[in-house]
């Protein structure tokens, strides 16, 4: 049997286009894009059953993607997940369905595995199922990066307390260097609150600008972006940064109950209520609940409590950021991020508030502590814990993993100071 017939694809390689009238040229283009998904569903099946058979170790390959991407002149990375996609059919036979009959394409089918391979390392236990069925509907709608952002709140929904990989600063790396050209070079890899700053800045400053004549920019977005980032760099060399440059702004849309952490995402079978996670940043989509509650405490935020039709109930509180005055106050008591063994400089920090300021906790200088940002998220996460003591300091609670009576320990600077006589 002739799988595809070489004399049709001739015929089509030959089609007229400038014969065809604009209805036939778009019915062709819906026809075509159904035929390439089709496609692409068979490639998934064979590549299917040449890892049964184990074909490609008989060939001499190490793998199937590799073989794939030797042999049909494919993309590393891409034949990869072109064999997750064939792996994955006899386990997702939704998304199996509706990539045999062309409905959806091989990027949102290579969207919906990466999803459900996320899904299944946050929460073993989730449903993948009911999963996959809300992704293929996402997909049969939408595009891949619809796939790819519903896939991350069903990720967050089922483990809201574990911090994803894309939130990770740990992970961030930035290199320069200059080319062979003696251009400079860029290549950063991100966490995505970091990102949502850099976004935030640059995005203003790239903004299309119009000729004294109201002729459009002639600048590409690319060379906008590049223009604002020597925009910002002038901005900061000559003073007029300021110390906010780069404070994210963001708007935090979400009702009381999820931003205090009392709302559950899951029912009691283990499904996805909503797959609409609250917390979303402007650029980079979901974050946490763990990011959302830190970004409360320092940064340019406007938090908006709605009720559950999301009616806004309340917007924010003049007093929720620190004021410079509290600030100087906080560098002169913590000297710098307050944990014990750190002391990183106080233009590294944030003000965090010990007592919640989405728990009615107040902006002021015996509810507030000086972190750096690796540290604010550490207690965040609550391994570790702060109150302010008798003596009006920081102390920090370890926990049980380092001290199992987890003692309260005296702040950074105060344990450098020798005890009074």
Same mark, same amino acid.
């Given at each position: 049997?002739?799988?595809?017939?070489?004399?049709?694809?001739?015929?089509?390689?030959?089609?007229?286009?400038?014969?065809?009238?604009?209805?036939?040229?778009?019915?062709?283009?819906?026809?075509?894009?159904?035929?390439?998904?089709?496609?692409?569903?068979?490639? *998934?099946?064979?590549?299917?059953?040449? @890892?049964?058979?184990?074909?490609?170790?008989?060939?001499?390959?190490?793998?199937?993607?590799? %073989?794939?991407?030797?042999?049909?002149?494919?993309?590393?990375?891409?034949?990869?997940?072109?064999?997750?996609?064939?792996?994955?059919?006899?386990?997702?036979?939704?998304?199996? =369905? /509706?990539?045999?009959?062309?409905?959806?394409?091989?990027?949102?089918?290579?969207?919906?595995?990466?999803?459900?391979?996320?899904?299944?390392?946050?929460?073993?236990?989730?449903?993948?199922?009911?999963?996959?069925?809300?992704?293929? +509907?996402?997909? &049969?709608?939408?595009?891949?990066? /619809?796939?790819?952002?519903?896939?991350?709140?069903?990720?967050?929904?089922? *483990?809201?307390?574990?911090?994803?990989?894309? #939130?990770?600063? #740990?992970?961030?790396?930035?290199?320069?260097?200059?080319?062979?050209?003696?251009?400079?070079?860029?290549?950063?890899?991100?966490?995505? &609150?970091?990102? #949502?700053?850099?976004?935030?800045?640059? +995005?203003?400053?790239?903004?299309?600008?119009?000729?004294?004549?109201? @002729?459009?920019?002639?600048?590409?977005?690319?060379?906008?972006?590049?223009?604002?980032?020597?925009?910002?760099?002038?901005?900061?060399?000559?003073?007029?940064?300021?110390?906010?440059?780069?404070?994210?702004?963001?708007?935090?849309?979400?009702?009381?109950?999820?931003?205090?952490?009392? *709302?559950?995402?899951?029912?009691?079978?283990?499904?996805?209520?909503?797959?609409?996670?609250?917390?979303?940043?402007? %650029?980079?989509?979901?974050?946490?609940?763990?990011?959302?509650?830190?970004?409360?405490?320092?940064?340019?935020?406007?938090?908006?409590?709605?009720?559950?039709?999301?009616?806004?109930?309340?917007?924010?509180?003049?007093?929720?950021?620190?004021?410079?005055?509290?600030?100087?106050?906080?560098?002169?008591?913590?000297?710098?991020?307050?944990?014990?063994?750190?002391?990183?400089?106080?233009? %590294?920090?944030?003000?965090?508030?010990?007592? #919640?300021?989405?728990?009615?906790?107040?902006?002021?200088?015996?509810?507030?502590?000086?972190?750096?940002? =690796?540290?604010?998220?550490?207690?965040?996460?609550?391994? %570790?814990?702060?109150?302010?003591?008798?003596?009006?300091?920081?102390?920090?609670?370890?926990?049980?993993?380092?001290?199992?009576?987890?003692?309260?320990?005296? /702040?950074?600077?105060?344990?450098?100071?020798?005890?009074? /006589?």
């Amino acid at each position: 049997m002739v799988i595809i017939d070489p004399e049709q694809l001739q015929q089509w390689s030959l089609l007229a286009v400038d014969e065809l009238t604009d209805q036939q040229v778009l019915d062709s283009i819906a026809k075509v894009t159904q035929a390439h998904n089709v496609l692409a569903g068979v490639q *998934a099946r064979l590549l299917a059953g040449m @890892e049964n058979r184990g074909l490609a170790g008989e060939l001499g390959a190490t793998s199937t993607a590799g %073989w794939l991407a030797d042999s049909g002149r494919v993309d590393p990375a891409a034949a990869k997940r072109q064999v997750a996609v064939a792996r994955s059919l006899g386990t997702l036979p939704v998304m199996a =369905a /509706a990539l045999r009959q062309g409905e959806i394409s091989a990027v949102h089918a290579e969207a919906i595995v990466a999803a459900i391979s996320a899904l299944q390392r946050a929460c073993p236990a989730a449903d993948v199922g009911a999963a996959e069925q809300q992704l293929v +509907e996402v997909a &049969l709608a939408g595009t891949p990066a /619809a796939v790819r952002e519903t896939g991350r709140d069903l990720v967050l929904s089922h *483990a809201p307390e574990r911090e994803p990989v894309a #939130e990770d600063p #740990e992970l961030n790396r930035l290199d320069y260097g200059t080319g062979r050209d003696g251009r400079g070079k860029l290549r950063a890899d991100l966490d995505k &609150l970091t990102f #949502e700053k850099l976004r935030s800045v640059l +995005e203003p400053l790239a903004a299309p600008r119009p000729g004294p004549d109201g @002729e459009p920019d002639p600048r590409s977005a690319s060379q906008r972006r590049a223009d604002a980032l020597s925009d910002l760099l002038d901005a900061q060399l000559s003073g007029r940064g300021g110390g906010g440059v780069g404070r994210a702004q963001v708007m935090l849309v979400a009702e009381a109950k999820d931003l205090v952490g009392k *709302a559950t995402f899951v029912d009691e079978a283990g499904r996805v209520k909503d797959t609409r996670w609250p917390f979303h940043l402007s %650029w980079t989509g979901s974050v946490s609940r763990q990011v959302a509650q830190m970004l409360a405490c320092d940064c340019e935020v406007t938090v908006v409590v709605v009720d559950g039709n999301r009616v806004p109930l309340d917007v924010g509180r003049s007093e929720r950021l620190v004021t410079p005055a509290i600030r100087k106050a906080l560098i002169v008591r913590d000297d710098g991020c307050a944990v014990p063994g750190c002391g990183r400089p106080p233009h %590294w920090c944030d003000a965090h508030h010990v007592r #919640e300021w989405i728990d009615g906790g107040e902006t002021k200088l015996d509810n507030m502590v000086l972190l750096c940002r =690796a540290h604010h998220r550490m207690i965040h996460r609550g391994t %570790w814990q702060v109150f302010l003591g008798e003596d009006g300091h920081p102390w920090f609670i370890p926990p049980k993993t380092l001290d199992p009576d987890r003692k309260p320990i005296p /702040a950074h600077n105060r344990r450098r100071r020798p005890a009074a /006589a």
